[in-house]
């Protein structure tokens, strides 16, 4: 599942090639996605804007258009849910079966498609007003995090999922910050010392950066499908393995951790699978 990393590299990627493309025409296959837009608004909305930005808010695209005629800009929210993907598809190449819009560039065409149509495509952009800070911007900072934590009595793992408390972190990035920062995942949250919310703030800038790195220089070819290079959970299926190792505790278990050589252990919080190691993690 794409996390902050993958959609920032994904957004870097898509900007120059949809920067100053007017859409054609609008093919809607999979109305789910784009709600609570309704088809027909989506239909009459698109067609004659021009694409003049694309941005990231936690995990979802923000693409700026302007409508033709000189109306309002439009923006068109993105989120890629479990298995979304958006790419720039050649004309005249067939549509991956499992399209839900494609959107007419002439020459070329972007596709979102989703296998399990749990993300969204949608004019409707409210779920970016209930975002927590950006990790990577100035406007994280330690007190407020800090704050924000005490009022809550939830495993701090889980807590850490929440997009309203800080933006972008999913199931990988969770487990990844809480063992860079040795801080037990099972802690609740208003029990971290004001050193360990500070080292976990910290963690989260680094394993995000990190990624967001390593990601952008992956090669990236996201027309051929299966090969393409957006390294969802780390890494692209046939890709070499070289992002997968900078995981160092997710999906590792019982493999021995990189600190200590104890085997990594696997727990399930709120449903998800979470890993770490029970020695370096203890506090
Ligand atoms: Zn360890």
């Known amino acids: 599942m794409p996390e902050l990393p993958e959609v920032e590299v994904l957004a870097r990627h898509l900007r120059p090639l949809i920067h100053g493309k007017t859409i054609c025409a609008v093919n809607v296959r999979r109305a789910k996605v784009l ?42 929210l993105g989120h890629l849910g479990m298995t979304g993907r958006i790419f720039l598809a050649q004309k005249g190449r067939p549509l991956p079966k499992h399209t839900a819009v494609a959107l007419d560039l002439g020459a070329s065409k972007l596709v979102y498609e989703d296998t399990r149509y749990f993300g969204r495509l949608t004019l409707d952009t409210s779920a970016v007003t209930r975002l927590g800070p950006e990790p990577l911007d100035d406007e ?59 080292r976990l703030r910290l963690a989260i800038r680094a394993v995000l950066a990190e990624a967001i790195e390593c990601g952008s220089t992956v090669p990236s070819n996201p027309g ?32 021995p951790c990189p600190n200590c050589r104890h085997p990594i252990k696997r727990i399930t919080q709120a449903a998800r699978g979470t890993f770490y190691c029970p020695r370096c993690q203890r506090a």
């Not at 608004?41 to 700026?64: C, H």
């Not at 994280?140 to 850490?160: G, M």
């Open 140 to 198: 994280f900072k330690a007190e407020t995090f800090a704050q924000s934590l005490k009022r809550s009595r939830q495993a701090i793992k889980v807590k850490l999922l929440d997009q309203g408390l800080v933006a972008g972190i999913g199931n990988i990035y969770a487990s990844e910050a809480l063992f860079r920062a040795r801080i037990s995942p099972e802690l609740a949250a208003n029990k971290l010392t004001v050193a360990q919310v500070r």
């Open 35 to 76: 709600r609570p837009t309704p088809p027909r608004t989506f239909r009459r909305t698109l067609p004659g804007a021009t694409f003049t930005g694309l941005s990231r808010r936690g995990k979802y695209l923000l693409f700026q258009l302007r409508a033709k005629a000189n109306r309002k800009p439009i923006t068109l």
């Open 224 to 255: 051929g499908h299966k090969s393409d290079g957006l390294f969802y959970f780390g890494r692209a299926p046939g890709a070499p393995d070289f992002y997968e190792e900078r995981l160092r505790v997710y999906g590792r278990e019982e493999q």
